[in-house]
């Protein structure tokens, strides 16, 4: 495995580093789960049910972290960014539900995901209840900006996932169009979640923007990792089954170049188990041998630091605080996670 550069978090410390970092929102991180527990219930009992499912399995809050983090990096003083970060779990809640139906995944951080255990009828449909949650609290912030970055960033997620559907079992599609897809599908909820910080705190467009580009980078670095660890990850760590993308057929980075590095053979290979999902017990050893043959792992994680670099620049614009410092160390923890 790729050793880790000196600097970036070394991977076995990387769970106290966000530590570290949830200390230093603890209080308001605490009334962000307060109004999540307080939103999710209902008279139906199966809303509360299952939605308490998925949120006890052990989320990492780092979409609301941010939202936390950027609004103190702001100066920001308030409290509209605590209902503000519980809108943005519920958001993203909402599509983890949605994706492992479509996925037919069997589990989400190492537990059973909802599907596997209520079918796919129920998660779909409390899904659909988090995501009206999520837009009563836009509305209960009151800022119309605000209601147009989060309403339009779940317009783009929704759009990214029918794109990744549309592009799974093609090993024709291009990286532009895979990146394409990652920037909708993960990294647009990480930019809202960050722009919205400077917009509660009424700051200069150029810092707005700066917080966006921010979000954006940091979560198609995160992506990158995730996408390079399906292949090379211990289950435990991923939190999901490892090859889970591989049995699907879905087409990310380390795959394409695997396939426009190999030869035509290798690339049958890669046409009969992810276009025809014609797939032996021995198929993901292969893979898994085909990729390290073309040091397709490293190359998508070299990939994810180029991200993360940018958005290491991004923050230039802002002074030292303990919020900026706070948002290095969550970014150097997402990529540290692929050690």
């Not at 989400?108 to 988090?130: C, E, S, Y």
């Not at 921010?214 to 990158?224: E, H, M, V």
Request: charged fraction near 25%; hydrophobic fraction near 50%; glycine fraction near 6%.
């Amino acid at each position: 495995m790729t050793a880790l550069p000196a600097r970036h978090v070394a991977a076995e410390s990387s769970a106290d580093k966000l530590e570290e970092i949830r200390a230093l929102v603890d209080g308001e991180l605490h009334e962000v789960n307060r109004i999540i527990l307080e939103m999710m219930q209902s008279e139906i009992s199966l809303i509360p049910e299952l939605a308490r499912h998925i949120v006890a399995a052990g989320g990492k809050r780092v979409r609301p972290i941010l939202t936390l983090l950027a609004a103190r990096l702001c100066g920001y003083r308030g409290t509209r960014q605590i209902g503000l970060a519980a809108c943005v779990e519920f958001i993203h809640t909402a599509t983890l539900l949605h994706d492992d139906v479509v996925d037919e995944s069997d589990l989400r951080r190492g537990n059973p995901t909802a599907n596997a255990v209520w079918g796919n009828k129920a998660p779909v449909l409390v899904g659909d209840f988090l995501f009206s949650r999520a837009f009563q609290l836009m509305v209960a912030d009151g800022s119309l900006k605000v209601l147009a970055i989060l309403s339009n960033a779940s317009a783009v997620i929704a759009e990214g996932e029918v794109h990744q559907l549309v592009t799974a079992n093609d090993t024709a599609t291009t990286e532009a169009a895979y990146l394409q897809v990652i920037a909708a599908k993960t990294a647009a909820l990480f930019k809202a979640a960050c722009q919205i910080g400077a917009v509660v705190a009424d700051r200069p467009e150029i810092e707005e923007m700066a917080l966006a580009a921010y979000g954006d980078n940091l979560g198609i670095a995160f992506q990158l990792v995730d996408d390079a660890l399906d292949y090379h990850a211990k289950q435990a760590l991923l939190g999901k089954s490892v090859g889970d993308d591989f049995r699907e057929g879905k087409i990310t980075l380390p795959v394409l170049l695997a396939f426009a590095r190999g030869d035509e053979e290798e690339r049958a290979f890669w046409r009969r188990t992810l276009e025809n999902l014609d797939q032996t017990p021995e198929d993901l050893e292969r893979a898994q041998a085909l990729l390290a043959r073309h040091g397709a792992i490293e190359a998508t994680i070299a990939r994810a630091e180029e991200y993360g670099e940018r958005a290491r620049q991004a923050l230039a614009i802002f002074p030292y605080s303990r919020a900026k410092q706070a948002m290095l160390d969550l970014l150097d923890f997402c990529i540290a996670r692929a050690y």
